[in-house]
């Protein structure tokens, strides 16, 4: 009788919520008519659990008077401590210290709902606890937020998101471990906020540097370990006792879920505690001393969070600064980071809904359902953003000197072509003042810096590869092909031109094989369905998935150039992983991709990548030689079409008198006509541009600022 009143009560207190307040004063008298049968010394757990939860009724208590209901909650709570004591039944002695924070904090008894948190996280430790922990330290930072006291704000975060970090190490799948990350971002960002608050902006960049990009960094780490040369002896006993004491951690888990824990005594929960925490330590140590014998390695099987000095480390010069953007509920924060300071600024009221979801509206989705329309706003959206973002406030504040930008955007912003916002000068772009440059996160930027034998290659000594027109349907890109291998001298067995060489089988094998792969095809993006963007070739396509696998290892690949639309283009996960094309070719290997954020022009595109290694030809790095090509593109001029496209027309007319030189049948025909109708076409773009009013037909920045190069200079 006094169960199915017990279970009665809690059944009210279930959804739906229609006639809750009548449902709560039910939950009450099935309460107390189970505490007519259990008393404290017959049924010691059903009595304090009947309390308990009457605590619960009355502490959300509608109907009465709220000081009298929360008086009331905190009554039953502490009658529920008469069992629950620390010693016998540790869990929910811990539990019920949570529900008697909530009370007292409704009361603006914050000392109290604060010491109810710790004594909760004493027992729930991040080690051993991480989703109990997460809940009670999550409440303590949320506490102490909302009475702005940022320093007991920052303790319950950061207990947090060791919490969370903890339980990702634990999950067994991918999936899962960005299940777990983005449940629980909210934790980050208000970590951020907090930090900002304190004025301690070092701990705030360093926070909002650690939830970005996980899956990728996950990635990187693991196809890195995969790709596994000889490993020596000493560091092989080192990754196996590694492995060993996770495999203990592991069975200590299981061995501690299978049994009835929330009943454990206090010494019991203690030995369990101290048991994880001691194997953790052990762990540590050998990574500690991994560490110290390959550092690389280390970093691939456990990847620890970035401190401030080590991302300064990734700044070579004292010109350069990392412009970190980060997007919390209210604001948008800049951090800028130098050689030997870092400094801040924030867009104030620029958050979530007010930038995130401006940029969606007006850039995102625009582009997708009309881009035609879209390509005709452009500047107004960017000169738009350029406001929201304080573009000219933050170069006079903070970039007096400065060269060099290394973008680390947030969320949208991934998908922004900072170089074409105007800095609030006559006429001038962002890209007239500095170089730029991104990367999806610092720590995918370490990988590229750590990333074997990138200084034995030379230029000389460097191998090329193209692959051109694989469906032989863009003229241009074919004319561009042509020029770069003339350039470098490619030779014909690393070029794959049209639909007869360029497969996906032929791709890989040119892409295992050359240091500089230049692709310059179709692409597409697939924004519902990231893992589905491909490239297309000949006989189908690849895709990010299959890029994103172990078996696409490219470790010698210094440097991609993704000739093709929308290789850079993606909607990041709540988590900030931006999953593209681009970013497939950085966890393949590459230290260097050259991408787009949206759909190109195929005169403009082959302009733009004959300029770019003009430029590198002549010791440009990949930042600058982008820079140059860009203003070479925006001042390119119908009289300068004649300079590069000379013998268009002439092949044309060769072609022509060439028609009956082979049977219509022959193998040498079929080449004929292929060529002759790419010339065709070819002439037919280049008479369209000398035909045009315009005297700079490539000024406008959809022709210029959608490419972006990502990761090494």
């Known amino acids: 009788m006094a169960m199915t009143q017990n279970n009665l009560g809690i059944a009210y207190l279930k959804p739906p919520y229609i006639y809750y307040g009548e449902n709560q004063e039910r939950a009450i008298a099935a309460f107390e008519a189970a505490l007519q049968v259990y008393s404290q010394e017959t049924f010691p757990m059903d009595w304090a659990m009947a309390q308990k939860n009457l605590g619960v009724v009355y502490s959300q208590r509608i109907i009465g008077n709220k000081a009298e209901n929360l008086d009331g909650a905190i009554k039953y709570y502490e009658a529920a401590f008469q069992v629950f004591t620390r010693d016998s039944f540790p869990y929910y002695w811990a539990k019920n210290q949570n529900n008697l924070a909530i009370a007292y904090t409704h009361l603006g008894q914050i000392d109290k709902a604060i010491a109810c948190c710790r004594f909760a996280i004493e027992i729930f430790t991040a080690k051993a606890f991480p989703s109990q922990c997460l809940t009670a330290s999550n409440q303590l930072g949320e506490i102490a937020t909302n009475t702005k006291r940022w320093l007991e704000a920052i303790e319950g975060y950061s207990l947090a998101i060791e919490a969370v970090e903890t339980s990702r190490s634990w999950a067994h799948s991918e999936s899962r471990r960005q299940e777990i990350l983005e449940e629980s971002i909210d934790v980050y960002q208000n970590m951020v906020q907090a930090c900002i608050n304190a004025g301690q902006i070092e701990k705030a960049f360093e926070y909002s540097e650690r939830s970005r990009s996980k899956l990728l960094v996950d990635l990187m780490a693991s196809y890195n370990l995969s790709q596994g040369e000889e490993i020596p002896p000493k560091v092989q006993e080192l990754l196996q006792q590694y492995e060993e004491l996770q495999r203990q951690i592991d069975q200590e888990r299981q061995s501690h879920k299978s049994e009835n824990n929330r009943s454990e005594t206090r010494a019991a929960f203690q030995a369990y505690n101290e048991a994880i925490a001691s194997l953790e330590t052990q762990k540590q140590q050998v990574w500690e001393n991994l560490r110290r014998e390959d550092p690389v390695l280390a970093g691939e099987i456990q990847v620890n969070p970035l401190s401030l000095s080590e991302i300064q480390k990734l700044i070579d010069q004292p010109n350069t600064v990392i412009l970190s953007f980060y997007t919390t509920n209210s604001d948008t924060h800049i951090f800028i980071v130098q050689q030997n300071q870092i400094t801040l600024h924030t867009c104030t009221g620029q958050g979530l809904n007010t930038l995130q979801g401006w940029i969606e509206q007006n850039w995102l989705l625009p582009y997708m359902n009309d881009s035609q329309k879209w390509e005709t706003q452009i500047n107004t959206i960017l000169c738009e953003l350029a406001e929201r973002l ?134 597409q993006s697939r924004l519902d369905n990231p893992l589905e963007s491909q490239l297309k070739l000949a006989d189908g396509s690849i895709t990010l998935g299959q890029l994103m696998t172990p078996s696409w290892r490219l470790p010698q690949l210094v440097e991609v150039f993704l000739s093709c639309c929308e290789t850079n283009l993606g909607t990041p996960s709540l988590t900030d992983d931006i999953l593209t094309l681009s970013t497939g070719f950085l966890c393949a290997g590459a230290r260097s991709v050259v991408s787009t954020l949206w759909s190109v022009n195929d005169l403009a595109t082959a302009l733009f990548s004959i300029f770019y290694y003009q430029q590198r030809q002549e010791g440009k790095n990949r930042p600058k030689a982008l820079h140059k090509a860009q203003i070479q593109l925006r001042e390119f001029t119908k009289l300068d079409l004649n300079k590069i496209f000379q013998e268009v027309e002439a092949r044309e007319k060769s072609l022509i008198g060439n028609r009956k030189k082979s049977p219509s049948n022959s193998i040498e025909y079929q080449q004929w006509k292929l060529e002759y109708n790419m010339y065709t076409k070819l002439n037919r773009q280049i008479k369209k541009i000398e035909n045009s009013t315009q005297q700079f037909p490539f000024s406008d920045p959809h022709y210029w600022a959608a490419f972006i190069c990502h990761g090494l200079r």
């Open 390 to 523: 304080q573009i000219s406030e933050l170069i006079s504040e903070h970039l007096e000197g400065i060269e060099e930008l290394i973008l680390v955007p947030h969320l949208l912003l991934h998908q922004i072509p900072f170089a074409a916002l105007p800095t609030g000068e006559y006429q001038e772009y962002l890209a007239d003042k500095f170089l730029i440059r991104y990367t999806p996160s610092c720590q995918i930027l370490e990988f590229c810096q750590q990333r074997d034998n990138v200084e034995k290659f030379n230029e000389i000594s460097l191998q090329y590869g193209t692959v051109e027109d694989a469906e032989d349907n863009l003229p241009c890109a074919r004319f561009e092909g042509e020029k770069i291998a003339q350039m470098y001298n490619i030779p014909p067995e690393n070029r794959l031109i049209g639909s007869s060489q360029a497969t996906s089988n032929n791709y890989r094998q040119l892409a295992q094989q050359v240091q500089v792969l230049h692709s310059c095809h179709h692409a």
